[in-house]
């Protein structure tokens, strides 16, 4: 895997998503698509990044951009998480984690002086013509999802 940059063409992907059937990115040329990954459905700061992004739902869509959330939960899990907080963005189920480390964003972590292998939450926003627009790594969640809003109006 080579590290992704602004300009590198996004890698492809089909999952599986919540809801049912399945998310490709590249059925989604001409929209802007934003891919944000996350550690685990229902902890504490990934429910408030779905909800932001969420809420924000109607703008994106104004905006010609899909958010698309990826975490290496099943999509039964996915399903539940959705329905538990009225969530509206897609989130898709990367349990092979093929996606995860094509992006770069299974990594390394430590917690207490232990050290795990986990998603570092990262966003991409992609143009529509399928290149790297943006990266966030290591996001913090308080205002994340209203800066991406504002980056993908610009595109």
């Known amino acids: 895997m080579t590290d992704l940059t602004i300009g590198s063409t996004a890698p492809d992907f089909t999952l599986p998503r919540n809801g049912e059937g399945t998310v490709t990115l590249s059925k989604l040329q001409g929209k802007a698509v934003i891919l944000y990954f996350y550690p685990k459905d229902d ?6 990044e779905a909800i932001d992004f969420s809420a924000l739902g109607g703008e994106f869509e104004a905006a010609n951009a899909v958010v698309i959330g990826i975490s290496p939960d099943s999509v039964k899990s996915h399903d539940k998480f959705a329905a538990k907080h009225s969530l509206s963005v897609i989130l898709a189920s990367d349990e092979e984690r093929k996606v995860l480390e094509a992006y770069g964003v299974w990594k390394e972590k430590s917690m207490y002086g232990k050290k795990y292998m986990g998603v570092e939450r990262t966003t991409f ?9 943006e990266i966030w790594n290591k996001v913090k969640v308080a205002g994340h999802a209203q800066a991406v809003l504002e980056a993908a109006k610009k595109l």
Do not use: N, P, V
């Open 43 to 48: 902890t504490s700061g990934c429910t408030a």
């Open 125 to 133: 926003l992609i143009g529509r013509d399928g290149t790297i627009a």
